[in-house]
């Protein structure tokens, strides 16, 4: 059974930093690519970060100006998101999700089958 179980959020001030982590099983890292998305109350899901299947190529969302970065440890199943510069608009539910892809992926959430629970960030002072 493929699952992705998030963590690592939490109540951060402004200018702080999170790592968030996606703890994958039921499926290889190899085979899907691995994407993060955001939704703050009463706006549109967006997409922030994904990962290929290969682990070659990464994309962020425009928007975040380089402050997300995307990795992964094959060996634990585990994709990370770190978050640095964190400021006030950053506060959402993050969600991990899966899809089959093969060296590329999108920030499109349609295009992902399997999803997280979400864990929350809270940019507050």
Do not use: H
């Amino acid at each position: 059974q493929l699952q992705l179980v998030e963590s690592g959020g939490g109540l951060v001030q402004p200018g702080g930093s999170l790592r968030l982590s996606c703890a994958t099983s039921g499926f290889t890292l190899d085979s899907y690519a691995i994407g993060w998305f955001r939704q703050a109350p009463g706006k549109e899901r967006e997409g922030v970060s994904c990962i290929s299947s290969g682990g070659g190529i990464t994309k962020n969302a425009d928007s975040l100006k380089g402050r997300f970065t995307i990795s992964r440890d094959k060996a634990k199943n585990t994709v990370y998101l770190q978050m640095n510069s964190l400021k006030p608009e950053d506060t959402a539910t993050y969600y991990c999700a899966a899809a089959q892809m093969t060296r590329l992926c999108v920030l499109f959430g349609l295009k992902y089958d399997y999803w997280g629970q979400g864990t929350q960030v809270t940019v507050s002072s």
